[in-house]
């Protein structure tokens, strides 16, 4: 199998890779249209600010390439965010595959960002926790949030219900670090791999 | 729920676990990635290797180090210890490191925190505070404990997290390595004033003494070493101690 790791300037991605190793998976770090384009599966990680990230994928036109990808797209955390329509963060337009705003976590007695292992609960269709309990831990760390809305596959809560994970067609998004949440994370990330 | 964290430290020296540990079930109970990753199977919710030698020579040795523990490890891991510039978070970010942890060298220099922010983001900087409580008030120290500078434990706290920090490890002199329980009244001023999460280190030696930091202290996580080397308190254990008790915990 071909997975391409999308290569942008977002945070580093060298969890995703260890994480990619340890369940034998081979792995391409590139933006190179053509070798995205031809993978069977596309990882979208990132750690990083929205507006500075998808200034960055302007540049190199991904932000046109991603949203019309057909094999299985995983994006991760700030990944996740730039798959939606519009962040808060920076007053950032993002790829709009998933119909929804980002916005900011707001609370006077409950700390942001959200850090820690929180649980997510699956929602609906979600092909990524098959084999998984319906609650189960993940590791997150983040100021803005998705809304709960219809493609939403897990929540979390943290000062309100929000979108731990999203799925449509052949995109699949978590706002958590599956490659440094234990087992769980791994059994999501290869049933990824196995779509 | 968001669950409060437990974290087990390892000290780390010329890229081996400084204090000895009585994991009979280890081969190596010095080789820091054996040891992680037995932590991580066994509930830790993250780990901290922090250098103590922390010397130019040794620095290839822990970036090595974390490559190796990065490869293992498939929960967040942070690495302290005479981290200085850019250039070090840098090295040891693109190694696997999830966060880094740094003390001395923001002392010196505050807007370092400002500077790796914007690089690297907050949620990987994590500015340790060394305290001690001299003269009716508590002040920062630096080099282990041994140097007190000029300032007020709280005012720094307010000033890392203003410039950029993502957590706070407060680490009490005046506990660490007495056993007698956690600093839980600086900690939960700190962790009241503070919209970053707190880790609190320093005295733990009960399990009783975690759900005092938790409940008492405000903290988001706690940080111990030789009660969970020496398999006084075994983690598993103190985290189904802990949730009996009401704290939400990753079980």
């Known amino acids: 199998m071909n997975i391409a790791i999308i290569k942008y300037n977002a945070g580093n991605v060298a969890s995703v890779m260890y994480a990619l190793d340890r369940i034998g998976a081979k792995y391409t770090w590139t933006d190179d249209e053509k070798v995205i384009q031809s993978a069977d599966k596309v990882i979208f990680p990132g750690v990083g600010e929205a507006s500075t990230a998808m200034a960055y994928l302007k540049e190199k036109k991904l932000d046109q390439l991603i949203p019309t990808l057909k094999q299985p797209v995983l994006a991760t955390c700030i990944g996740m965010q730039l798959l939606c329509k519009h962040s808060e963060e920076n007053n950032t337009d993002c790829m709009g595959v998933f119909d929804v705003n980002i916005t900011r976590f707001q609370s006077n007695t409950l700390k942001i960002p959200h850090v820690g292992w929180n649980s997510i609960q699956a929602h609906g269709e979600n092909d990524l926790m098959k084999g998984l309990h319906e609650t189960e831990f993940v590791y997150f760390v983040h100021s803005f949030y998705a809304p709960v809305y219809q493609d939403t596959s897990a929540i979390c809560e943290y000062i309100q219900p929000f979108s731990a994970m999203l799925q449509k067609d052949n995109f699949f998004a978590a706002q958590f670090h599956a490659e440094i949440s234990g087992k769980v994370g791994q059994k999501i990330i290869q049933n990824f791999l196995a779509l | ?251």
């Open chain 2, 1 to 251: 729920m968001l669950t409060k964290r437990i974290i087990p430290c390892l000290d780390i020296k010329e890229g081996r676990t400084v204090k000895g540990t009585n994991f009979v079930d280890l081969r190596d109970a010095g080789d820091p990635v054996e040891l992680g990753a037995f932590y991580a199977e066994n509930g830790a919710d993250e780990l901290v290797f922090l250098d103590i030698t922390a010397t130019i020579d040794n620095r290839k040795t822990l970036v090595e180090l974390v490559k190796q523990v990065a490869r293992q490890v498939n929960i967040p891991f942070t690495v302290g210890g005479g981290i200085g510039s850019i250039e070090d978070v840098s090295a040891l970010l693109n190694a696997g490191a999830d966060k880094v942890s740094i003390n001395s060298s923001v002392v010196r220099r505050p807007g370092l925190i400002d500077e790796l922010a914007l690089q690297f983001g907050s949620q990987c900087i994590i500015v340790a505070i060394d305290t001690r409580f001299v003269d009716g008030a508590d002040w920062v120290h630096t080099h282990g404990g041994r140097n007190i500078t000029a300032l007020k434990t709280l005012e720094w706290a307010k000033e890392v997290e203003q410039r950029g920090a993502g957590e706070i490890l407060l680490t009490s002199m005046d506990t660490d390595g007495t056993k007698a329980g956690f600093t839980n009244t600086l900690t939960a001023e700190i962790s009241t004033h503070a919209s970053i999460p707190i880790i609190a280190s320093g005295g733990a030696g009960t399990m009783e003494d975690f759900f005092d930091v938790f409940t008492l202290g405000k903290a988001d996580a706690g940080l111990a070493a030789s009660i969970f080397h020496f398999k006084e308190i075994e983690i598993n254990a103190l985290k189904n101690y802990l949730a009996e008790k009401g704290i939400p915990m990753r079980i």
